[in-house]
């Protein structure tokens, strides 16, 4: 009977790691959509993750899903449909439309964004040059610098709500990059600029000594002082916990920060220990794990221990979402996964 058990172990032990794999491998599959932005020559349409298509490739332009509703494009406008191809918001815009996250949507009208609901209503007039996704009922923007008599002035960052209200506390110049809590705060004298942080209440909590700063992001907000980048830490305040030593940095995703030094881009830890060497034109942030890098005008995707997972071929990328990213190539755009598996076909 043991010498029965010790031959059938390794068999059920194989089975075992092969149901295991198995499973590894359907949790990283399924952790596509269930419709995936598909183009197939110059239309689009959406696809499941075996690339069967589902919703008819009949569009110019298409995006993904997000919040049950995704922007597409049909005879040169902008609209939203839902998961059976029903069109739930009129084709009306001409220029772009982006993913719904909280609630609400940026639209495109001529060269500035806005933000519209579910019912297509336009919340927040198209008036800024550039945007964030709304978190925590905020939002950052950009007002463009251009004055539309043909002159232009600076362009200025600021923080909205939902209503489109700018957030302004009197004391400061300008109040923007809300997260975690904490707004960016700036009070000019002159010429001179100083940057700190203050809470939602406007209590200043840590002061305006800085000559730069982004918003908080994993509990470190990147400051500038004598030209050089690093980050502060909201508990111990003004202590730095990574030396101010970086030409450019970007804030803090998934354990690492993008930093720049000399014009080549890599990643620090949180204890300012590069963990990816500084070797690239340019670095995006990590989401779901993988981050795009550049290098000689081509992109790609690398994973935290620096090990390039997909190739740097592609003339443009953007960061994953929802287990897919946008890229382009030979001047057509195209989705991929974090395989590498392309959600397109040339005709």
Not at 62 to 90: C, H, P, Q, R, T
Not at 149 to 172: Q, V
């Amino acid at each position: 009977m043991i010498n029965k058990l010790l031959l059938i172990l390794p068999l059920i032990f194989s089975l075992c790691l092969f149901d295991i794999k198995n499973l590894f491998a359907q949790n990283e599959n399924s952790a596509l959509p269930d419709l995936i932005p598909y183009r197939k020559g110059d239309i689009w349409g959406y696809c499941d993750k075996n690339k069967k298509i589902v919703l008819p490739c009949e569009y110019d332009d298409a995006k993904i899903f997000s919040e049950g509703l995704a922007a597409v494009k049909k005879d040169k406008m902008w609209g939203y449909i839902n998961k059976v191809g029903k069109e739930i918001i009129s084709y009306s815009y001409y220029y772009d439309a982006d993913i719904f996250c909280d609630g609400l949507a940026a639209v495109r009208k001529l060269r500035n964004w806005g933000f519209i609901n579910k019912d297509g209503e336009e919340v927040i007039p198209c008036q800024y040059y550039g945007y964030d996704f709304f978190n925590e009922g905020f939002a950052n923007v950009t007002l463009s610098g251009r004055t539309g008599k043909g002159g232009y002035k600076p362009i200025e960052n600021l923080t909205i709500d939902k209503k489109g209200n700018k957030i302004a506390f009197e004391k400061y110049t300008r109040t923007y990059d809300y997260n975690e809590g904490i707004f960016v705060v700036e009070l000019a004298e002159g010429f001179d600029y100083k940057f700190g942080f203050i809470n939602k209440e406007g209590l200043e909590i840590i002061p305006l000594k800085y000559d730069n700063a982004h918003g908080f992001s994993e509990g470190l907000a990147a400051v500038k002082l004598n030209n050089k980048w690093g980050f502060i830490d909201k508990e111990s305040k003004e202590i730095i916990s990574v030396n101010l030593k970086y030409d450019d940095v970007k804030s803090f995703h998934e354990g690492l920060a993008a930093a720049e030094l000399n014009n080549k881009w890599g990643y620090i830890d949180n204890k300012g220990n590069v963990v990816i060497p500084l070797k690239y034109d340019y670095n995006g942030i990590f989401s779901e794990g993988l981050a795009v890098v550049e290098l000689n005008d081509k992109y790609g995707f690398i994973n935290m221990e620096g090990k390039e997972i997909i190739y740097l071929k592609y003339d443009y990328a953007e960061d994953f979402r929802n287990g897919l990213a946008r890229i382009e190539i030979n001047d057509k755009y195209g989705y991929i996964d974090k395989n590498g598996t392309e959600y397109f076909e040339e005709q």
